[in-house]
């Protein structure tokens, strides 16, 4: 049986956040929560987009069962996680910091762009498999170096951990409907590449500025100095977040990408038992 046969498992679980870290979850450091928080700003709004993205496709799915069950479990999985996210930046707006604001930004910055009626559902899909092969990627690292990260707040912890698993465990979804829906050629492969060389620039400079906008709003902290270090070196470290990916951007360029090269399956079964 390949990676690509495995069917998601939603699981409907409820995560109690404890609301007085919501600042200072990851490590006590407000800089890296911030980071993680403004990453679960934008969550909702695109597990919306990708529900609606691949729902788009469903009248095909008929004659391939396999198929038809994975996108069901995909939408299961991801329309929990919008849930828990909302539940989760609810704490942040609670906190007095702007997490529905931020979102209202996404959400204009999608309609504007990606759900606009200029844009076919072709190409929804085609971005779709974007942020579904980013989030898997930053999920398996986020994963493997979290297991030597001490003093995270446990439930925060789970919650991530969770989305991360659910991520990695869908993360071909998308791309076989994609190749069940469009016929090999460089038609298939110009659109698939072309979703990161529109979106990686508005959609990063959102991201940089929700961070920044949550570190404004909480800028009495005495931290900016170290925290800043902190987030730093996590993001552009040698083996950090965006060195440490790179392999897998630029694998997404290869005529043959396969989301399953990187067989990180076996990250599921220890996370499964071990730390949900
Ligand atoms: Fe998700
Ligand atoms: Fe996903």
């Not at 404890?18 to 979850?25: G, L, M, N, T």
């Not at 906008?213 to 987030?231: F, K, M, N, P, Q």
């Not at 990408?257 to 990250?267: E, G, H, I, N, S």
Request: proline share 5%; with cysteine; aromatic share 12%.
């Amino acid at each position: 049986m390949s990676s690509h046969d495995l069917v998601p498992t939603p699981r409907n679980l409820h995560f109690d956040l404890p609301a007085e870290r919501i600042c200072d979850w990851y490590q006590h450091c407000r800089y890296m929560s911030h980071w993680s928080n403004s990453l679960s700003i934008m969550a909702p709004v695109f597990e919306r987009f990708v529900i609606q993205a691949i729902r788009a496709h469903e009248s095909t799915l008929a004659d391939v069962p396999l198929l038809s069950q994975q996108v069901k479990a995909l939408i299961d999985q991801e329309a929990v996680h919008a849930r828990e996210h909302r539940r989760y930046n609810d704490l942040i707006d609670l906190a007095g910091l702007p997490a529905t604001r931020i979102a209202r930004r996404w959400q204009t910055l999608l309609h504007h762009t990606l759900e606009s009626r200029w844009v076919s559902n072709r190409m929804r899909l085609a971005a779709t498999m974007m942020f579904e092969h980013h989030a898997a990627m930053i999920a398996g690292q986020e994963l493997r170096t979290r297991k030597n990260t001490p003093d995270m707040e446990p439930r925060f912890l789970a919650l991530w951990n969770w989305h991360a698993l659910e991520e990695i465990e869908h993360k071909s979804v998308s791309f076989d409907l994609w190749r069940h829906t469009l016929a090999p050629g460089p038609v298939r492969y110009g659109l698939r590449t072309s979703t990161v060389l529109l979106l990686s620039v508005p959609f990063w400079y959102m991201i940089f500025e929700s961070f920044l906008r949550l570190i404004w709003a909480d800028r009495h902290s005495t931290e900016h100095v170290h925290g800043a270090w902190r987030l730093a070196k996590y993001l552009w470290g040698p083996h950090g977040f965006f060195f440490g990916n790179s392999r897998g951007w630029l694998a997404y360029f290869k005529p043959g990408f396969d989301p399953w090269t990187d067989d990180d399956v076996a990250l599921l079964k220890p996370l499964e038992q071990d730390r949900l």
